[in-house]
């Protein structure tokens, strides 16, 4: 936590909710704004007070170095977690990135919408109790973004990295297949 103007703010990945993390990542990929807008929305998201706009630029770049200080979050996949009384679970023993994953989180990155990222999580967290064709269902899916929404974004961190460093190699492979056909 720091504190900006008065108020106390989360900026280490386990302090920030992963909507939270969603809700910074929206303001930083938002082309439209110059970087000091970025940062003047993210304090404003995250509750600081709007006198943070008049407050002397040197301290407003202070207050923005003392924001960015997070560490990384460590690099261990959450394997599961509970939420009203149901399991959701990534993986038993090791993680794997089936194909039918990665069909849909490809189709949720190809949107990049808002919350996009809690919903790609939504994918990989799957309901013991439930079938695969439950659990690919857009309502369902939505439903456990929803959730996965209020976890801690160190949660989120360790597997958006996995997911596109293993989409990657899988692009690159295609690529080079279809040079070695060509």
Known sequence: MVE??????????????????????DIHA???????????????FMGVPDEIEECDFEVFKDYINKFNTAKLPNSVLLKSFEADGYTYQAYEDDFKLTAKDTKVIEKILNNKHKGYISEVLAVLFKRTDLTKTEHYADAHIKHKAKIIRELKAEVAVPYLVVVAERINQHVEKLNEVTESVE
Not at 4 to 25: A, R, S, V, Y
Not at 30 to 44: M, R
């Open 4 to 25: 900006i103007l008065g108020k106390e703010i989360p900026n280490e990945m386990n302090e920030l909710t992963i909507q939270q993390f969603e809700g910074i990542t």
């Open 30 to 44: 938002n082309a439209e704004l110059d970087n000091v807008e970025k940062h003047l929305e993210v304090f404003k």
